[in-house]
């Protein structure tokens, strides 16, 4: 299932099947059945047609949401092999280390923002009537390493465009790995369909808006003493790209 499509069900159990995982990151189809007190008979048809129109998928007893999977691209350069792919829910916790390390002294709100958020609902993808939000994550001998994170609401309105966060390990900078995560994250959104890209961040973080300004990406707006870190204020740098 693409996160751009629209969800559409035709029973109501089938709905309440489909939000109990989303809303757990994972489920066992036993807890789901209970849970929504579905007898056993009735609730096998209906995860079957759920997994035959894309929007669950199911290993042994586990359900989660099915999500359309672009695969793994591995790297090498001189110093280190690496590879990007999608972002899978056993990912959430060290995802969530790997930001909180990345963004260090706290210049990169949106980001910290997103960890916050992950970690509280325990739910790394999401696909609802409200927001859809993916991650690829960079890894290093299967230890995630950088992140980009594409989110949109579900309004009309807005669903051209998306928030993108990015980020890589202080040890792992320098290395071509945020710009191959950038490159993942932009290519997936373009083809998609994302007509616009937006990214927020505090005006002291040069170095993010250096390289996304390398990358083409534009300053749109700057707020003025918009964030607050301790006794100083310090401006927002509004910063987008167009697909």
């Known amino acids: 299932m693409e996160l751009t499509e629209p969800l559409q069900f035709d029973h109501t159990d089938r709905r309440d099947i489909y939000d109990y995982v989303e809303s757990h990151g994972t489920a066992s189809a036993d807890e789901v059945r209970r849970a929504l007190n579905i007898e056993p008979r009735p609730f096998g048809h209906h995860v079957a047609i759920l997994q035959r129109d894309g929007m669950l998928e199911r290993d042994g007893d586990e359900l989660r949401v099915a999500y359309e999977d672009p695969g793994e691209e591995a790297f090498e350069t001189e110093s280190v092999e690496f590879t990007i792919r999608q972002a899978r829910q056993e990912d959430l916790t060290g995802l969530v280390g790997a930001i909180r390390a990345a963004i260090g002294s706290g210049e990169y709100v949106d980001a910290e923002t997103v960890a916050d958020i992950i970690d509280s609902e325990g739910v790394l993808l999401r696909h609802n009537d409200v927001e859809s939000r993916i991650f690829f994550v960079a890894c290093v001998d299967d230890d995630v390493v950088g992140w980009v994170h594409l989110e949109h609401p579900e309004t009309e309105k807005l669903s051209h465009t ?65 964030y607050k870190f301790g006794d100083e204020y310090v401006d927002e740098t509004m910063m987008a790209r167009e697909l």
């Open 162 to 226: 998306a928030q993108l966060t990015l980020g890589v390990l202080v040890q792992y900078r320098g290395q071509g790995i945020g710009e191959r995560l950038l490159e993942r994250g932009t290519e997936w959104a373009d083809e998609h369909g994302y007509e616009k890209l937006y990214n927020s961040i505090p005006a002291t973080n040069g170095a993010a808006i250096e390289f996304l300004e390398d990358h083409g990406w534009e300053i749109e707006a700057v707020r003025e003493d918009h």
